[in-house]
């Protein structure tokens, strides 16, 4: 239940967006059955800092469902964790493998940086997860679905080195293997441990 209010609410969010407000969310409302009684005004003070309020319902939404459909326990498979108003195959994934270790490929916006530069492709749409050549490139990066430290992994490399912006690649330790970065100047330096120098 944790791991879904947090994703849900993480969705297309920037971590500092969305973090201040989980934490009351969960005080407030610890489990599925404290959500569905709950005053929908009551949920939405609590998340309209964060610019969130519209989640408010997919969170009640898929509180009642947990309560209806799964006597009050939240799903952890991908597919039953689908079926919950806000938890698209992103969502589900990422709940089922953080909840449970099931092996998933992660599509979101820094995956999908990691995977396209590694493969020397370019991004075109906006929205790219829905595009079966990114899922394709994700899924080739790792050799299928793989576990959900790898993919925490990836999203710690996207956000320090493998940035949208200003990427470093002289200190990537996958650098070898992108195509992207095999293209970038990379200055020499002696500093220890430069991935560049070995």
Same mark, same amino acid.
């Given at each position: 239940?944790?791991?879904?209010?947090?994703?849900?609410?993480?969705?297309?969010?920037?971590?500092?967006?969305?973090?201040?407000?989980?934490?009351?969310?969960?005080?407030?409302?610890?489990?599925?059955?404290?959500?569905?009684?709950?005053?929908?005004?009551?949920?939405?003070? +609590?998340? @309209?800092?964060? #610019?969130?309020?519209?989640?408010?319902?997919?969170? /009640? =939404? %898929? $509180?009642?469902?947990?309560?209806?459909?799964?006597?009050?326990?939240?799903?952890?498979?991908?597919?039953? +964790?689908? @079926?919950?108003? #806000?938890?698209?195959?992103?969502?589900?994934?990422? /709940? =089922? %493998? $953080?909840?449970?270790?099931?092996?998933?490929?992660?599509?979101?916006?820094?995956?999908?940086?990691?995977?396209?530069?590694?493969?020397?492709?370019?991004?075109?749409?906006?929205?790219?997860?829905?595009?079966? $050549?990114?899922?394709?490139?994700?899924?080739?990066?790792?050799?299928?679905?793989?576990?959900?430290?790898?993919?925490?992994?990836?999203?710690?490399?996207?956000?320090?080195?493998?940035?949208?912006?200003?990427?470093?690649?002289?200190?990537?330790?996958?650098?070898?293997?992108?195509?992207?970065?095999?293209?970038?100047?990379?200055?020499?330096?002696?500093?220890?441990?430069?991935?560049?120098?070995?």
């Amino acid at each position: 239940w944790e791991l879904l209010v947090a994703e849900i609410l993480l969705r297309r969010t920037r971590v500092s967006q969305a973090e201040p407000v989980i934490d009351s969310v969960l005080m407030a409302y610890p489990t599925p059955f404290e959500l569905t009684g709950a005053l929908l005004a009551d949920l939405q003070s +609590l998340i @309209l800092s964060a #610019g969130l309020v519209g989640r408010s319902q997919q969170l /009640v =939404a %898929a $509180a009642c469902m947990i309560v209806d459909r799964f006597e009050g326990r939240t799903p952890t498979e991908v597919e039953e +964790l689908q @079926l919950l108003p #806000g938890g698209g195959p992103y969502v589900a994934a990422a /709940v =089922a %493998a $953080a909840a449970v270790g099931t092996r998933v490929v992660l599509t979101d916006t820094n995956t999908v940086r990691v995977a396209m530069r590694v493969a020397g492709k370019e991004i075109q749409a906006s929205d790219v997860r829905r595009q079966r $050549a990114v899922q394709d490139a994700i899924g080739d990066l790792f050799g299928g679905p793989v576990s959900v430290k790898l993919w925490w992994a990836t999203i710690d490399l996207a956000h320090a080195i493998c940035t949208p912006r200003s990427q470093r690649c002289d200190e990537c330790p996958i650098v070898e293997h992108c195509s992207f970065g095999s293209i970038q100047p990379r200055c020499h330096t002696t500093r220890v441990g430069s991935l560049h120098d070995r």
